[in-house]
Nanobody, 122 residues
């Protein structure tokens, strides 16, 4: 069973920092993680892209987080990270990991993590 396991959420004050991690777990499966991304959803809002990273390391960011957040990945350990600095109350949301996985049987499937809560208080 394929799972994306997120960790690192929590509560901080304005200006604080948090680091999120997302590990792709697929016991017994042979796969390659292609584009991975972090998305977030605040109450009453649609889920939005925060940042994405290709397998080769090309990145994109939402305008609202440019200069504050950094996305990175480790292809050996199938792990993606999000370093969040200078957090603002507007960053409060559930953060989700998303990944495109290519399997050795030729299938290309998209997966979501369960989400991790980030709360920034003023």
């Amino acid at each position: 069973q394929v799972q994306l396991v997120e960790s690192g959420g929590g509560s901080v004050q304005t200006g604080g920092s948090l680091n999120l991690s997302c590990v792709v777990e697929a016991p017994g499966r042979v796969f390659r993680a292609n584009t991975m991304s972090w998305r977030r959803q605040a109450p009453g809002n649609q889920r939005e892209l925060v940042a994405s990273i290709t397998r080769s390391g090309s990145t994109t960011y939402a305008d609202s987080v440019k200069g504050r957040f950094t996305i990175s990945r480790d292809n050996v350990y199938n792990t993606m990270y999000l370093m969040m600095n200078s957090l603002e109350p507007e960053d409060t949301a559930v953060y989700y990991c998303n990944a495109d996985l290519f399997f050795d049987d030729g299938r290309n499937l998209n997966y979501w993590g369960q989400g991790t809560q980030v709360t920034v208080s003023s």
